[in-house]
């Protein structure tokens, strides 16, 4: 059976994608690039996004802050095929556990690694370099560098990601508010509501399209906190 496929074709350079950064150790030693620790004495400087690779081996780790608590959540794509046809571009998420940064170095169990600065083309960025990362674009066991961005912040609810909402902010709104909000969590991972009212609703934003069944495994600690306190003052209202 025949499977349409598109080529990857990897370029032994540094590489700049949609204005985005990412190299592999290979690419860094060719390139004879100098990297150097970036230090941040609030850890919370260091929440963002973390692009590697390119095209079908392009992934992402988010990173999102909060006090004490830090997740890191790797977001890639997969094509969708039917009847030995592509037919869509999907997103999956998988979230990193025992997730810790002392310093500038990052531990995990699923790959470890530190926050530094790289230079390319005269000019500087910030990036996560992590050992044999779970999406492996160079060699296996390399070191991988991708490069920071701040949030796209999809939603009108965002600092659910980011956040745990105090009560007094959530005892503020209405329960239509409250279930928009809430339901905007599982939104975010494109998740297919059965409700004709939600669906209805989620189709008009432009960052939606709906083709998970379940997206339980894909929350993070702070969504699933927001999403029990959400639904308590639902329930009191």
């Known amino acids: 059976m025949k499977i349409e496929t598109t080529i990857l074709i990897l370029f032994f ?6 204005a985005q950064v990412f190299g592999t150790q290979v690419m860094i030693e060719e390139e ?3 990297l150097r ?3 941040e004495e609030n850890v919370k400087n260091y929440s963002g996004v973390y692009f590697f690779g390119e095209s079908e081996a392009e992934s992402s780790l988010h990173l ?3 006090n004490d608590m830090v997740c890191a959540q790797l977001e890639k794509g997969n094509w969708t095929i039917k009847n030995s046809k592509i037919i869509d571009w999907t997103k999956s998420y998988k979230n990193f556990t025992n997730v810790k940064i002392k ?3 990052f531990y995990s169990d699923q790959s470890n690694g530190e926050f530094v600065f790289f230079e390319v083309a005269n ?3 910030k990036g996560l370099k ?5 999406v492996q674009t160079g060699n296996k066991g390399d070191y991988e560098i991708g490069s920071y961005s701040k949030f ?3 939603g009108n609810y965002f600092n659910t990601k980011t956040t745990i909402i105090s009560l007094n902010y959530l005892n503020k709104m209405d329960k239509e508010e409250l279930k928009i909000m809430r339901n905007e969590i599982f939104a975010r991972y494109h998740y297919e509501f059965k409700t004709k009212k939600l669906s209805e609703y989620f189709i008009k934003q432009k960052w939606y399209s709906g083709y998970h069944q379940n997206v339980d495994s894909f929350l993070t600690e702070i969504e699933k906190e927001n999403i029990k306190r959400i639904l308590n003052i639902e329930k009191n209202n």
């Open 13 to 18: 350079s540094i590489t700049t994608v949609k």
């Open 32 to 34: 004879n690039i100098s």
């Open 37 to 39: 620790a970036w230090e």
């Open 64 to 66: 999102f802050i909060f």
């Open 103 to 105: 310093g500038n170095q």
């Open 123 to 125: 000019k500087k960025y």
């Open 130 to 134: 992590l050992v044999n990362p779970p």
């Open 152 to 154: 796209d912040e999809i």
